[in-house]
């Protein structure tokens, strides 16, 4: 029988176990230290890129602020350059992550913040691109070439030397802190894409289902609303569906409004906002009856009409898990709905000038 061909986009997927283990092996040591360059003294962290890279900026930044307790702010970098003010200190640090290292819209805001003074640090994934040169650290984000106009392992591995910097941070600023619980959750991060990968059969029938319907919306609370950004990105550039992401409180307070028995809702649910979205799903189901799709690390969690259950207890893996669960979701539903995710229309893999 003829097998049937993969997408890069669905191959660069399967990849990101592997680009985790690699990274693992790179950047943290045997005896348990992250191998990566940063300022001395850091008081706050803004940080920079577009698309993607955004979404992992916004899944980074309250990670900063929870494990690393320094303040921490993201922007779009077109965005950023139309800023006539900022706010930096002699020990800020701007983070820029970009896949390409050429994005227009990120260097000009490295020129831009340059400019002030302050210490630069790019995650990109590749090394001498205009960014790696322009920054003052660097870390390179190792993914190997993406090829995929919709970006998928170059995101996981950026996600992950994110961790580290905050991990690094951290560790930096309390000498006596202990990080090996959250060093071996990273070290734990590969077999645990793995197993996603290799049971993904549910997030492919979940995958069928979502692909008939035209009126998607995601919702995740904290660093679960950046990825369900994310799962919508892929959504629309690879079958061109207008999917909206919207913070789960915040879709109450009137964008509810927009579901009915022709949409879907997909959200996703972890530990901390369990009961909050039970109540609300009711609510949702009650009021306009849509189909409901759960991606969740509580396996007791049953609200959706399907439920995929990403299992862990630590939260840094669940994000990875629910992003790679929307990556493959995406990746399906453009093969279901007969799109070719490797030639995206009108898309370029770098957004330059
Ligand atoms: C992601 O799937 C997109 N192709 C796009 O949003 C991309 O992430 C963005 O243009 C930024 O690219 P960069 O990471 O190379 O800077």
Redesign the pocket.
């Known amino acids: 029988m003829e097998q049937e061909q993969m997408s890069i986009m669905q191959k660069e997927i399967f990849e990101e176990p592997a680009v985790i283990k690699k990274l693992t092996e790179t950047y943290i040591t045997s005896d348990g230290k992250i191998n990566i360059d940063l300022p001395d003294r850091i008081s706050n962290i803004v940080i920079v ?5 955004y979404n992992c900026a916004a899944i980074a930044c309250p990670l900063v602020m929870e494990y690393a307790d320094i303040p921490c702010d993201c922007e779009y970098s077109s965005e950023f350059v139309l800023q006539k003010k900022h706010f930096v200190t002699q020990d800020s640090l701007y983070i820029f ?7 227009s819209d ?1 260097l000009n805001a490295i020129k831009a913040i340059k400019k002030e003074g302050v210490k630069t640090l790019c995650i990109t994934n590749t090394k001498d691109s205009t960014m790696w040169n322009l920054c003052d650290f660097k870390i390179l984000s190792d993914a190997g070439e993406e090829k995929s ?3 998928t392992k ?1 995101l996981c591995a950026q996600i992950f030397c994110s961790i580290l910097v905050i991990l690094k941070i951290l560790s930096q600023k309390e000498k006596d802190v202990d990080i090996s619980c959250q060093i071996n959750t990273m070290r734990r991060l590969s077999a645990y894409l793995e197993r996603i990968i290799m049971d993904s059969d549910k997030i492919k029938n979940a995958a069928q289902t979502v692909a008939q319907y035209e009126n998607i919306s995601i919702l995740g609370n904290k660093n679960y609303y950046p990825v369900a950004k994310e799962g919508a ?2 959504m629309k ?1 690879t079958c061109y569906l207008n999917v909206m992401a919207y913070p789960f409180g915040e879709f109450m307070h009137g964008h509810v409004a927009v579901l009915n028995q022709t949409s879907i809702v997909i959200a996703i649910i972890d530990e901390e906002n369990a009961s909050f979205a039970q109540r609300n799903l009711e609510k949702i189901r009650k009021n306009y009856n849509p189909k409901i799709v759960c991606i969740t690390s509580v396996q007791e969690f049953k609200a959706g009409d399907v439920n995929i259950y990403i299992k862990t207890k630590r939260k840094t893996k669940a994000i990875f898990g629910a992003l790679l669960t929307l990556q493959l979701m995406a990746c399906t539903m453009a093969k279901i709905l007969n799109k070719n995710p490797d030639s995206p229309r009108g ?1 370029t ?3 330059k000038d």
């Open positions: 890129a577009s698309g993607s890279s992550i970009s896949q390409s290292g050429e994005t990120t106009i919709a970006s170059a990105l892929k550039e898309l893999k770098v957004v």
